[in-house]
């Protein structure tokens, strides 16, 4: 109890920046840095960098991964579970009971002016966020190179899924051309390495599988739902790029092959969801803090909406729990075998390359979400975004401003302005 209770302040913050984590994994980063490594000290601005590079080389949702392995860092895997369920909670709680909305709610996506400001103050964090990352990882002429080309390269590909593996892949080949770094001269002990995590990631996949195409022949009663617990958790394995793949994906599952010819005069219990409610659920996401990945909540209810409220509630908690699960246990397997393989000089050097590459990422993500939003105009829309965005950027790297007040003042903004 002595060790729990040293980690509540730290819990605390967790659960702050689940409530003001606006603006998706963009956004979240640069609050990540400016709470827990400028304000608590819980990790170092090197050690956040890696965890990110990290992370982007493993599907599922990287910055809820990122934010785990903070909680893992400081208290293993107890804190970095309770760490998780903190994180995504308050987004889940919210994005599952705007599937019970919905009808109410109606087919139009739903806007609110509070949130207006919400997107600039996104470019806001990520840019401070970009501009720290650079002047930790980006020090000599190749690493600059390698951050030009996979910004620029990130730009025009933002929305392909294996972008960002493939560089990082190149990346960190391209470093390891130099001979000039080493790691920390260090005897290199065998490490044993536990495999729990990645037994239970395939045994849970399997199951999963089996259950639901077992259900689907058999037609059993309750099929949705097993159904839907395979099709998330496969979901949750394989989505390179976050939320903006996640989304198209549960489209196609859901909008898209339902409506296929083989199952349009066919009595089959499948999952069908209409495509308005299924993006007012995507519109929603991005207006409320937390991981985008909450949408699982949603989608979940909204997918077992007719089975009954008690299936409807359930089919949220299957949606919040098996988008996740695999990101939890992928991160937590493979971290501490990374640490060990790390020690060696072609990873080493590898991480100079993979660092580079996450640099560009937070370029381009700035650069593409600015795409979206007038700034060049003459008008006066133009001046608030570009206000608001430079404003965001000089009270994150001047003063000693919380994260949480910086979003309160946006919203407060959208609401006058």
Same mark, same amino acid.
Not at 281 to 292: E, F, Y
């Given at each position: 109890?002595?060790? /729990? ?70 208290? #293993?895997?107890?804190? =970095? ?33 509070? /949130? ?5 103050? !996104?470019? #806001? *964090?990520?840019?401070?966020? =970009? ?7 980006? +020090? ?32 960190? %080949? ?18 044993? %390495? ?34 839907? /617990?395979?099709? /998330?958790?496969? *979901?949750?394995? *394989? ?57 699982? $909540? ?11 409220? +008690? ?9 919040? %729990?098996?988008?996740?699960?695999? $990101? !939890? ?5 493979? *971290? ?48 608030? +975004? ?32």
């Amino acid at each position: 109890m002595p060790a /729990f209770i040293r980690h509540i302040p730290f819990l605390k913050a967790v659960f702050l920046h689940s409530i003001t984590a606006f603006g998706g994994p963009q956004g979240h980063l640069g609050m990540m840095l400016k709470t827990f490594v400028d304000k608590r000290k819980d990790v170092s601005k090197v050690e956040l960098m890696e965890y990110i590079s990290f992370c982007q080389m493993l599907p599922g949702a990287s910055s809820t991964q990122t934010l785990t392995l903070i909680g893992y860092k400081r208290g #293993g895997i107890p804190l =970095a579970v309770l760490t998780l369920f903190i994180w995504i909670l308050p987004a889940c709680s919210i994005m599952g009971a705007l599937s019970f909305l919905i009808g109410s709610i109606g087919s139009t996506p739903v806007k609110s002016q509070v /949130f207006r400001f919400i997107p600039e103050m !996104a470019i #806001g *964090f990520l840019t401070y966020a =970009a501009f720290k990352a650079f002047r930790v990882s980006v +020090n000599n002429l190749i690493t600059l190179v390698i951050m030009l080309l996979a910004m620029t390269i990130t730009y025009f590909l933002f929305k392909t899924p294996w972008v960002i593996p493939a560089l990082i892949i190149v990346g960190g %080949i391209v470093t390891n051309f130099s001979s000039k770094r080493f790691p920390e001269q260090e005897k290199i002990k065998p490490r044993h %390495i536990r495999w729990t995590n990645i037994w239970l990631f395939l045994l849970v996949f399997l199951i999963a599988g089996f259950l639901s195409e077992t259900a689907r022949k058999h037609d059993w009663k309750d099929r949705k739902a097993y159904n839907l /617990f395979e099709n /998330f958790y496969r *979901f949750g394995s *394989f989505v390179f790029g976050g939320g903006d793949v996640l989304i198209p994906m549960m489209v196609d599952q859901y909008v898209a092959r339902p409506t296929a010819k083989k199952f349009q005069d066919s009595t089959q219990n499948i999952i069908r969801i209409k495509r308005d409610d299924l993006l007012t659920g995507a519109g929603m996401v991005r207006a409320i803090p937390g991981p985008v990945f909450s949408i699982g $909540s949603y989608v979940g209810g909204i997918a077992l909406k007719e089975e009954g409220k +008690n299936f409807q509630l359930l089919g949220c908690i299957i949606g919040s %729990i098996a988008i996740f699960l695999p $990101s !939890a246990l992928l991160v937590l397997f493979f *971290f501490p075998v990374w640490q060990y393989l790390k020690k060696y000089v072609v990873v080493y050097r590898a991480l100079e390359g993979i660092n580079a590459v996450v640099v560009g990422f937070m370029w381009a993500a700035s650069l593409y979400l600015l795409k979206d939003i007038s700034i060049f105009s003459s008008g006066y829309q133009s001046l608030l +975004n570009v206000i608001i965005i430079a404003a965001t950027v000089c009270m994150l790297q001047f003063t000693k401003l919380p994260p949480p007040m910086i979003v309160l003042g946006c919203l407060i903004a959208g609401i006058i302005f």
